[in-house]
């Protein structure tokens, strides 16, 4: 009580205003949520709809969605799925794509189905793509319709692979001997006449080696040399799961003639699988050959 014998009234004293945590959350779920959304959205495996794989097998302007709808059909190609075959003819048109990765995709896909004789022509088509994984993959699944054409290109495969600069000018940096890269992956940078930097990337995937004995070339090159248009700029050994896909080829494609390429593959990649694909590669030439 207050000295006139009052009860006081009770004070109100003032709270500081929290700061509210919604946009906290807000924020942290946007971290969570949009880079699931971009996964999904770009994710292979994600199923598509009939009209979705049609949309997206036409879309040249998202190579990615071509790709996605190409992996979609060969799906269902595998299961047995007999709708796949209405996107034959897309399939098709992709292959002749401006796109090497889209290319590179039909080609895979259209070995899944032996028996279309539409798959069958495009793949040779493909045997003569600028791109070398395309032929790649080509040579690989031709081997399904037993046709032995892609022979020579299954041949490169087990041999270093010379890497061309498109263009003339120096050198600013080049990944050193004995380096492995992945196809796509920047192998050297060069400044051209005109001081602009061009990223010259790597055709095909593989080990940077030295030049094979025998090739006439100059010797190594390093960062401040010059190179003209399409000099050779780096040699690179066939990696390991190349050549092991090129000796299963072989084993049904191959002749007497690449008995020694095939057996020398140990020497580039002297591994127990390598050397034991070898021999049963060797082994079947030899039993189809009557060697």
Not at 6 to 11: A, D, I, M, Q, S
Not at 133 to 140: G, Q
Not at 162 to 186: D, N, T
Request: hydrophobic share 40%; charged share 20%.
């Amino acid at each position: 009580m207050n000295p006139n014998g009052n009860t006081p009234e009770p004070v109100a004293i003032p709270r500081s205003k929290r700061p509210s945590n919604i946009w906290l959350i807000i924020v942290a779920a946007l971290f969570i949520i949009v880079p699931f959304l971009t996964w999904y959205l770009t994710w292979f495996g994600r199923g598509l709809s009939d009209d979705d794989i049609a949309k997206y097998l036409v879309d040249e302007t998202n190579p990615r969605h071509m790709q996605h709808a190409l992996l979609q059909v060969e799906e269902r190609m595998e299961r047995g799925d007999g709708s796949a075959t209405k996107f034959y003819p897309q399939i098709v048109a992709a292959s002749k794509s401006s796109v090497p990765e889209v290319r590179k995709t039909a080609a895979w896909v259209m070995g899944q189905d032996y028996k279309s004789e539409d798959f069958h022509r495009a793949l040779i088509d493909l045997l003569r793509d600028t791109e070398p994984l395309v032929r790649r993959n080509a040579a690989l699944q031709l081997v399904s319709f037993g046709d032995a054409s892609s022979r020579p290109e299954l041949r490169t495969m087990l041999q270093p692979f010379e890497a061309k600069c498109p263009i003339a000018g120096k050198i600013v940096s080049l990944l050193p001997v004995g380096s492995s890269i992945r196809g796509g992956a920047m192998l050297a940078k060069i400044r051209d006449a005109s001081n602009n930097l061009y990223e010259f990337r790597s055709p095909v995937d593989g080990k940077i080696t030295a030049a094979p004995a025998g090739t006439n070339v100059s010797p190594l090159l390093n960062a401040g040399d010059q190179i003209t248009a399409n000099q050779t700029i780096a040699w690179l050994n066939p990696d390991r799961t190349t050549m092991l896909d090129a000796l299963r080829a072989l084993a049904y494609v191959g002749t007497k003639d690449d008995l020694p390429l095939v057996e020398s593959a140990v020497q580039i990649d002297a591994s127990a699988e390598t050397a034991s694909q070898s021999n049963q590669t060797a082994k079947a030439i030899r039993s189809r050959t009557g060697q």
